[in-house]
């Protein structure tokens, strides 16, 4: 049976080169170096709104598309990006009032926030992660790194309290765990060794994406995929949680080991290993860095690119409804008030995730005959999230305050403690100290902050934690900002609460406080159309990523002209995004994207290599 099966798929590999080979293409968005001189910083938001905030009319959408892509979070904007760059001439339609999904930023008060981004790893030097950002913005953006010891890991308040600091590197950060945990050396040999063996999961899924259905099946049912792969490793198979208790009985070690759940979300217990692995992997490179200009800069510097070929990215587009028509996508309907407009298109790319794609956008009598709606019923959406954002009166220096992260945990027995709070009643969540707070202090991160003349002498600081959309739901279709008096108590009793926690930790900040936002998961739901308020899609759990399944949550739907792209179809976070938008551009282009892309990298990885000797 693998004997035939190694036949079958070089029979296939021999057909899908010989159909490359021969086959019209688009040209390669990758063939030059696209890179130019950093302009200068536009500071003048009446002038960045031009760019980010082009409300929809039916007189700005272009003639002729080549394709309507739905949302614009980095998933969507790249695959826009590298189709104009492919010469082909997109619309992209955003519901909220800019473009970037949570890559934009909000201001109020002389203080800018960011709602998603936070630090970004694989940066500092020219990994294929840099190349891509670089080319999709013409390397317009630049990234500051945080400090060595980018992360914090924080557990108990008061007397109590013990830090625990993450540094950069994997080498780096084995010794400083061996020396704050010294008689745990074996344990920690381990974990570092489990990581090793996850290392090409990432490119291994996005193969399971692009190969036909079929051939990733007979892989799977006849062993191939077993052998040739690292899917079914310890790693793989095993849950965090597990793997970490087998190597340590020590909490505050497992802890430290398992501390950034909260970067996609998903419970210790019920996550696979291999994502925290690749977490780690991704921040260990070159640490943790930061967009320079804040957010937005990198919607920013991507719109002028799409619009170079003949496209537009335009907010306020509300889409109610992708066309269907013989079975096939025709167009899209786009509420404007209470007008209704068709925008007609063979191909559309939904950026929107798999929930508001199938449960909301498709007609239900072409969607129940689809198996992504299966697949929709089959996985739970992620954890909702809660936001505070704070406006300080005082520099980060008289604060006490460095360009890091602090993961702040009530105690070492993390995953019990974050399970048994989000199970709780709101009642009963109201009287409870918050589990986990991510704290963070984001104008700290951007060397462009102190530029801004009505900045000066301000700091932000951002508080994020997971929550549950049951506490929030019933009040989920009253109108933003009229959503009544028991809510507010709802939201402001969880918020203030994880804003004095904050304080125990930074009682510098206690008095400096002259702006505060608090946001639900209703917040994430009307302003980035989330569902249920999660800010990462699919929860990342064991069903997500068996291999059948990464196989079957493909860029390519059954729909004749629907395809899907965004953190849904990979990953969560920006990167997985990144790489979402450059599969499905290669699945609708119909030419090795991916392929281009490394070439490239490459070229200016031996050219940078040179210049270092």
């Known amino acids: 049976m693998i004997l035939q099966s190694f036949l079958l798929f070089g029979l296939f590999v021999s057909i899908k080169v010989l159909h490359f080979l021969f086959k019209p293409r688009p040209p390669n968005p990758f063939n030059h170096d696209d890179r130019k001189p950093r302009k200068p910083y536009v500071q003048d938001q009446k002038q960045r ?6 409300g929809f009319s039916m007189e700005k959408v272009p003639d002729k598309l080549d394709a309507v892509i739905i949302g614009s979070g980095i998933g969507g904007l790249t695959h826009a990006v590298i189709m104009a760059k492919a010469g082909k001439k997109v619309l992209v339609l955003e519901q909220h009032d800019q473009a970037g999904g949570c890559c934009h930023t909000f201001t109020e008060k002389g203080f800018e926030f960011d709602v998603g981004i936070h630090y970004i790893g694989e940066m500092g030097s020219q990994t294929l992660n840099k190349t891509l950002c670089d080319q999709i913005t013409e390397g317009q953006l630049e990234w500051n790194q945080l400090e060595e010891e980018f992360d914090v890991v924080s557990i108990g308040y008061g007397e109590e309290n013990r830090k625990y600091p993450v540094t950069t590197g994997m080498e780096k950060w084995k010794q400083l765990l061996k020396k704050q945990f010294p008689e745990e050396e074996n344990g920690i040999d381990e974990y570092f060794r489990i990581m090793e063996t996850c290392e090409n999961t990432f490119i291994i899924h996005g193969i399971l994406k692009l190969l036909p259905l079929w051939t990733v099946k007979m892989a799977v049912s006849s062993g191939l995929l077993r052998l040739l792969t690292n899917l079914w490793t310890r790693a793989y198979t095993n849950k965090t949680l597990n793997v970490v208790q087998s190597l340590t009985s020590n909490r505050e070690l497992q802890t430290v080991m398992m501390y950034g759940w909260g970067d996609y979300g998903t419970l210790p217990s019920e996550s696979y290993f291999t994502m925290q692995a690749l977490l780690n992997q991704h921040f260990m490179i070159d640490g943790g860095h930061y967009p320079v200009g804040g957010a937005s800069e990198i919607a920013f510097n991507m719109i002028p690119i799409i619009e170079k070929a003949g496209g537009r990215v335009l907010v306020r587009a509300n889409v109610q409804e992708i066309i269907i028509n013989k079975d096939k996508v025709a167009g899209v309907r786009v509420l404007k008030g209470t007008e209704t407009y068709e925008i007609p298109c063979e191909m559309v790319v939904s950026s929107a995730g798999l929930y508001n794609t199938f449960q909301t956008l498709i007609p239900k009598q072409v969607a129940h005959k689809s198996y992504f709606s299966d697949i929709a019923s089959e996985l739970k959406p992620g954890v909702a999230t809660m936001i505070c954002f704070l406006g300080l009166d005082a520099t980060p220096e008289e604060l006490g305050v460095k360009a890091q992260n602090f993961w702040a945990f009530t105690g070492n027995d993390i995953d019990r403690e974050a399970k048994e709070y989000l199970n709780l009643d709101v009642e009963d969540a109201l009287d409870r100290d918050v589990p986990l707070l991510f704290i963070s202090f ?59 926690q904050m304080c125990k930790l930074f009682p510098s900040i206690r008095d400096k406080i002259v702006y505060t936002e608090i946001a639900s998961p209703l917040t994430n739901q009307y302003y980035i159309g989330q569902p249920n308020g999660e800010i990462y899609g699919l929860d990342h759990t064991m069903e ?5 399944m990464v196989a079957r949550l493909r860029p390519e739907t059954d729909i004749p002209g629907l395809y899907l792209t965004g953190q849904d179809t990979l990953e969560a976070g920006f990167t997985g995004a990144l790489f979402s938008g450059v599969i499905s551009a290669q699945v609708c282009l119909g030419r090795p994207v991916l392929y281009d892309l490394i070439r490239l990298h490459d070229r200016l990885e031996t050219v940078q290599n040179k210049k270092e000797k």
């Open 544 to 548: 997500r990523f068996h291999p059948w």
């Open 49 to 54: 709104d031009k760019v980010l905030k082009q």
């Open 442 to 500: 984001p104008s700290t991160k951007d060397p462009q902050w102190a530029n801004h003349p009505d900045r000066k002498g301000k700091t932000t600081a951002q508080i994020i934690t997971l929550s549950n959309w049951n506490w929030f739901k019933a009040w989920k279709d009253r109108p933003v900002k009229k959503r009544g008096d028991e809510y507010d108590e709802v939201k402001q009793t969880i918020g203030h609460k994880m804003i004095e």
